[in-house]
T-cell receptor, first 110, second 113 residues
């Protein structure tokens, strides 16, 4: 298992705008997952992208993966106030443990 | 996705007492569950890996005698905070793996007074 590093640490945007957050990791992965955590709540699994995939969509979410740069990005389109949360990436190397970085705190202003 | 239920969602206890938190996988069997701890505005810190039918594996710096983990069945793991102190006040979250995805409980807010 390894830890992903999210960037930026914090992001503040207006409702309707797009939000982009990035994740970098250090060694080869099998997959990478993104999670959301609303304040004071558990984590919600958003999307999983495998190492042989370059892009994946789920509703307003778009995830890209560039294994050559060891990075991933999460794009939330047409953001809503309800998207306000912390977002974490979790690179998977086949081990069972999920190790989290500091996350990106997204604040969407209504 | 799969459902992981954590109970209680919040608990207040007196210093010196013990508190048990339950984590259940409702619609899948989880041979491995994980316990995390999160301080305000910080990330989740992995405390231990709970394996069904065997001893838990603790991360470095986590006191195994303080945080007792029991994974008695494929759908239930428990974390007992023994002799709790105010510094143990935190948000505790469990997760269960339905490979390759991990699913998380809602978390338990523990306040020790």
């Amino acid at each position: 298992s390894q830890q992903g590093e999210e960037d930026p640490q914090a992001l503040s945007i207006q409702e309707g705008e797009n939000a982009t957050m990035n994740c970098s990791y250090k060694t080869s992965i099998n997959n990478l997952q993104w999670y959301r955590q609303n304040s004071g709540r558990g984590l919600v699994h958003l999307i999983l992208i495998r190492s042989n995939e370059r892009e994946k969509h789920s509703g307003r979410l778009r995830v890209t993966l560039d294994t050559s740069k060891k990075s991933s990005s999460l794009l939330i389109t047409a953001s809503r106030a309800a998207d306000t949360a912390s977002y974490f990436c979790a690179p998977g190397t086949g081990g069972f443990k999920t190790i989290f970085g500091a996350g990106t705190r997204l604040f969407v202003k209504a | 996705g799969a459902v992981v239920s954590q109970h209680p969602s919040w608990v207040i206890c007196k210093s010196g007492t013990s508190v048990k938190i339950e984590c259940r996988s409702l619609d899948f069997q989880a041979t491995t569950m994980f316990w995390y701890r999160q301080f305000p505005k910080q990330s989740l810190m992995l405390m231990a890996t709970s394996n069904e039918g065997s001893k838990a594996t603790y991360e470095q710096g986590v006191e195994k005698d303080k945080f007792l983990i029991n994974h008695a069945s494929l759908t239930l793991s428990t974390l007992t905070v023994t002799s709790a102190h105010p510094e143990d006040s935190s948000f505790y979250i469990c997760s269960a793996r339905d490979s390759p995805e991990a699913f998380f409980g809602q978390g338990t807010r523990l306040t020790v007074v």
